[in-house]
């Protein structure tokens, strides 16, 4: 089984970034993504810190702001409304989930569609599905550079799904419907989870629980897209349980190391989209 480790992706992804960067580095342009991190979730902080150190790295400015969890609504907005109105933040990364006491659809779509570079917004779903220019959400967009980093085609192939979330499951089955996969959407009401699964030429995982799927119920030579993150006896696992797939599955990307690694490149592509969106004579 061919390992599809997301460094390589995003190393692939980086480097073509940093090559239309070198011409604005020039010029001392820069650039500036918003972060807004509200209260403690501990998979939200730990994405909060990839995505600040990647982006430094890349030659990016970020404004990071940490409210506490007894933050209330009106200071999460001000950020927002703060951020929309600055020429110099080019995208906003509000992490989710939010506190309880915080309404964050709402908050979400107070941002600016032209800064919502996670497709979060109603705006951004609404445009990128009607294949308008807008971003569609990070994550989705990392599962499918990985296939076609590793020419994995897709066109007129049987992918499930399993999850439907706003910001996973949902719009990776629209964007693969985009590329003429035949799609299948599942979630926890599907009566025989393993009888879709055996169809699939390709799964894509977006439940968020530890090894729910395994290789007895994969077809034979499928490929495997792991996008869960759980934690299980103190280690970081996937949805999948990726040792039991070896001899059954084609290809698989493992976790640690495979989605996670690729979606905060992939959100700096949309911050530099972003700069060149506003600066077209650049
Ligand atoms: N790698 C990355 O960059 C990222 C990883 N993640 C990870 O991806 C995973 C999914 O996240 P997210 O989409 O936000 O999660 P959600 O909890 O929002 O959605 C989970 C989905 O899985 C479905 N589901 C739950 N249990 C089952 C089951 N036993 N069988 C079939 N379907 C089931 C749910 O169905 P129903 O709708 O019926 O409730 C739901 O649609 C998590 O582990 C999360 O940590 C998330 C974001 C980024
Ligand atoms: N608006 C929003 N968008 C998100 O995409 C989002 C979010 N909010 N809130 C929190 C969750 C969780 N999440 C993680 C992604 C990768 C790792 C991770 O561990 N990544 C790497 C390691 C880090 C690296 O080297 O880049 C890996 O899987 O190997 C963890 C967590 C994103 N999320």
């Keep these: 089984m061919k390992e599809l480790r997301g460094k390589a992706v995003a190393d692939a992804h980086k480097a073509a970034l940093a090559k239309k960067l070198e011409a604005l580095a020039t010029k001392q342009v820069v650039i500036t993504l918003g972060i807004l991190l509200v209260g403690d979730d501990k998979a939200a902080h730990m994405y909060a810190h990839f995505m600040e150190k990647t982006a430094r790295t890349m030659g990016f400015a970020v404004d990071r702001r940490d409210l506490p969890a007894m933050a209330t609504q009106a200071e999460v907005e001000a950020v927002i409304r703060e951020w929309n109105a600055a020429d110099t933040i080019y995208g906003v990364l509000p992490l989710m989930?939010?506190?309880a006491q915080i309404d964050s659809e709402y908050i979400v779509d107070l941002l600016s569609p032209d800064k919502d570079l996670d497709g979060l917004t109603t705006q951004s779903i609404g445009r990128v599905i009607r294949g308008k220019r807008g971003f569609w959400p990070c994550t989705p967009r990392a599962c499918i550079a990985i296939l076609d980093h590793?020419?994995?085609p897709v066109a007129g192939k049987e992918v499930v799904v399993v999850g439907r979330s706003q910001v996973v499951g949902k719009p990776v089955a629209l964007m693969l419907l985009d590329r003429n996969a035949t799609v299948t959407i599942c979630h926890s009401r599907t009566a025989d989870l393993a009888a879709k699964l055996k169809q699939a030429d390709i799964v894509i995982a977006a439940v968020g629980k530890a090894h729910v799927?395994?290789?007895?119920?994969i077809k034979p030579g499928a490929v495997v897209i792991d996008v869960g993150i759980n934690e299980l006896d103190g280690h970081t696992v996937g949805d999948v349980n990726y040792a039991s797939l070896d001899g059954i599955a084609s290809a698989a990307t493992p976790v640690p190391g495979g989605v996670g690694s690729v979606t905060t490149t992939i959100l700096l592509e949309g911050l530099c989209e972003?700069?060149?969106?506003?600066n077209v004579d650049c």
């Design 97 to 99: 989930p939010m506190p």
């Design 213 to 217: 799927i395994d290789g007895t119920m």
């Design 274 to 278: 972003a700069y060149y969106a506003r």
């Design 150 to 152: 590793y020419d994995i």
